[in-house]
């Protein structure tokens, strides 16, 4: 992209580094009796953009990005006196994903009029989500839903497409409450102002 505003859009798959088996784990290390451990990703995440460029190398973004939901069900044999505390363990143990608005610094290095290397560092403002629910052996559901502000990154090729018109391939990172999501995403970028 050259200098001046720019709108756009990007669909991509979000995954975190936790598995069933990770969860049973940490939920037992705590002292819980849990079985039939299921972990749903709804990892389909998309997000839309508005930004400027300040010249061919530097620019700024915002956009509203949703990372998908993370959820698990279980089988816990646990005393009721217990369930609440084996909510909590499980809500740390949870890694969030959830919407939220992003803001960037855009680093863009162009190799020739329709090839370039750009790279993002930003701020997330996320409601971290998710959910987990006891289905078998003791009854309870407990969501998470915090504002908070983390840290977000990526990486990735620009290709120009006629004048206005660019394709994004990029791969972003975000820290949430510690955990990575890593987010691979194809996008497109519409440019309003230069000679892009």
Known sequence: ME????????????????????FTRGLTDGGFDVSDVSLSDSGSG???????????????????????????????SVPPDQVDA????????????GRGFLTDLVLQYPFSDRFAAYATLGV??????SKQTVQTGATGTAFRTENDSEFAASIGVSIAVGDRFSIRVGYEQYDIDGESV????????????GND
Do not use: C
């Open 3 to 22: 200098e001046g505003f720019y709108v756009g859009g990007a669909i991509g798959d979000a995954s975190s580094d936790i598995n069933a088996a990770q």
């Open 124 to 129: 997330f403002f996320v409601e971290p989500e």
């Open 182 to 193: 890593d987010f691979p995403m194809a996008a497109f970028h519409v440019g309003f102002g």
């Open 46 to 76: 998309w997000k839309l953009t508005a930004g400027y460029m300040v010249n061919k190398y530097i620019g700024v973004q915002a956009s509203y990005v949703d990372l998908g939901e993370l959820s698990t069900r279980y089988t816990a």
């Open 86 to 97: 084996m909510l909590q363990l499980g809500t740390s143990l949870l890694p969030g994903r």
